[in-house]
Each structure stands twice: as structure tokens, then as C-alpha cells.
T-cell receptor
């Protein structure tokens, strides 16, 4: 089944404890991205990747890191999480970029930082 | 400033009626506009895409219009069903090919 998977689905952690949220897609997509969703603010892009080893900042990249060593995986790293990073996170992929093509979203990761 | 706006109030309609959701944008000239459906606690699911040179797009009970003069897209669900209850997100592709999302409108279809 074609899909985007994320792990973990739920995570409660403490301020400053490094964490990684994994994202994997099995559709051979070139483009992958991370979003966070907060009430009233909609989905905001954190980082995106046009292809392997190519990543770029989205609208809200502060406090996050990403890497794209393989085409299928795009992990999101929080080196020192803070309470304002409590949010619902989505990974997405598409065959190429965003123009004229649908995005496939993962099921989401709900992160709470205390 | 650039904005993409959807009605934050829920739209509550009777089963069988047509639901119409609005997406307005300011200071963008999008080449594409997309609509997604999102159920509680789940990822958005793509529904329709419309290009700037298209006035209207249909898919089964769904219809999207795109008016670049009014800077508005309308999303219609005809013969609505309780299963259509969800939050609907519009998203536009800006000039740097970023996908910008609205905050969504919740639709409630009463049986």
C-alpha cells in the first residue's frame, strides 16, 4: 500500500531532551516536507527536501533539523525541545515539489514537551 | 501582508443540501490551488487541484471554482452526507512554489 508513515504517533517528553521523529514513504517520491499544525494557525511548513541531500527551510524552521540521506526517509530532529514545540506534526511527500501535484500526508505525530 | 483565509466558524448543514466553503487570499498570485480533507487526529487527504487558467473542476459530488479576479476559491459538496463531516483545508502554491495552507473550515452535516 502506498503510504507515508511516521513514528512515534504520540510522544511526551521534557524540555531539552533530544528527540527524532521518523518519516518514511514507499512511493519513490522526490519531494518530502514537514509541517506543524497548531489551532487557528493551520499547517506551517518547517523544512522541505527536493531530493536526496537537498534540504531547505520552510516558514518555521527554528529549533528543528532535518536530513535526507535516503530518498525514502526524512527524519525531523529536535535537538533541545521546548514547550512551544508542543504541536501536531505531519510529514508529507509528493512525486516532485508542490506545483500542480497532490501531497501525501502521514498520520501525524502528537508531541507534548513539558 | 499575504494571507489565506477560510471561515473559522463551523458550517452546519442538513444532509442532502449543498455545502459551500470559501477560501480567500490576499497578495498572492497562485498558479494552483488545492483542497484537502482532514478528519480529527489524522493527516490531510488530497481532494482536488485547480489551475489558475481553470474556472471550475469537478470530481463526483465535489466542485471547485477559482476566481483569480476576486482572489477566491469556492468548494462545493452536493448532496452532502454525514460522512462528509470533516475539516476542509485550502492551500495555494505561491510564487516560490511553497504550499501555503489556510486554517480550515469545519463542516458538520446533520442527518
Amino acid at each position: 500500500e502506498a503510504q507515508v508513515t511516521q513514528n512515534p504517533r504520540y510522544l511526551i517528553t521534557v524540555t531539552g531532551k533530544k528527540l527524532t521523529v521518523t518519516c518514511s514513504q514507499n512511493m519513490n517520491h522526490e519531494y518530502m516536507s514537514w509541517y506543524r499544525q497548531d489551532p487557528g494557525l493551520g499547517l506551517r511548513q518547517i523544512y522541505y527536501s527536493m531530493n536526496v541531500e537537498v534540504t531547505d527551510k520552510g516558514d518555521v524552521p527554528e529549533g528543528y533539523k532535518v536530513s535526507r540521506k535516503e530518498k525514502r526517509n526524512f527524519p525531523l530532529i529536535l535537538e533541545s525541545p521546548s514547550p512551544n514545540q508542543t504541536s501536531l506534526y505531519f510529514c508529507a511527500s509528493s512525486p516532485f515539489g508542490t506545483g500542480g501535484v497532490e501531497q501525501y500526508f502521514g498520520p501525524g505525530t502528537r508531541l507534548t514537551v513539558t | 501582508s499575504q494571507k489565506i483565509e477560510q471561515n473559522s466558524e463551523a458550517l452546519n448543514i442538513q444532509e442532502g443540501k449543498t455545502a459551500t466553503l470559501t477560501c480567500n487570499y490576499t497578495n498572492y498570485s497562485p498558479a494552483y490551488l488545492q483542497w484537502y480533507r482532514q478528519d480529527p487526529g489524522r493527516g490531510p487527504v488530497f481532494l482536488l487541484l485547480i489551475r489558475e487558467n481553470e474556472k471550475e473542476k469537478r470530481k463526483e459530488r465535489l466542485k471547485v471554482t477559482f476566481d483569480t479576479t476576486l482572489k477566491q476559491s469556492l468548494f462545493h459538496i452536493t448532496a452532502s452526507q454525514p460522512a462528509d463531516s470533516a475539516t476542509y483545508l485550502c492551500a495555494l502554491v505561491d510564487s516560490s512554489y511553497k504550499l501555503i495552507f489556510g486554517s480550515g473550515t469545519r463542516l458538520l452535516v446533520r442527518p
